[in-house]
C-alpha cells in the first residue's frame, strides 16, 4: 500500500481532500491512502520517512523549499499541489491523483 501524505495550513481542507482522493485511487484500482496534517505535523512525519510521497498545499507553498529539503534528506519525494488540483469537486480529485501517480517514485505505485 502506497501512503501519501498533504501538508496544509491546518490541515482541514486537506482532509476532505484526502478523502476524496483515497476514494478516487481505490476505485480506479491502487492501493492508496491519503492522510492530511498541518504544516508542523508534517515536518515532523518527513523526518520520520513514513510516507511514500508528500504533498504541499496551495496554501502552504511558501513552505515548499524547507520542506523539500526535509523530504531529500530522508529520500523521499516532496511535491506542491498545483491550485487546479486541490479542488473538491471530482475533476480537481482526479487531478490530485493524477499528481500523486505522477509523482511517486517509479516502481512505487501499488
Known sequence: MNHVLIICAGGMSS???????TEFL???????EVD??????GRKR??????????VSPQTKM??????????RV???VENIPPQAYVPIPMGV?????????????GEVK
Open 63 to 72: 513552505y515548499y523549499d524547507g520542506l523539500k529539503k526535509a523530504g531529500d
Open 15 to 21: 482532509s476532505l481532500m484526502a478523502k476524496k482522493t
Open 26 to 32: 481505490r476505485d480506479k484500482g491502487y492501493d492508496m
Open 46 to 55: 518527513i523526518e520520520k520517512a513514513s510516507y511514500d510521497l508528500y504533498l
Open 75 to 77: 529520500g523521499k519525494p
Open 94 to 106: 482526479e487531478k490530485l491523483g493524477n499528481v500523486i501517480l505522477e509523482s511517486l517514485p517509479n
Open 36 to 41: 492530511a496534517t498541518s504544516t508542523e505535523e
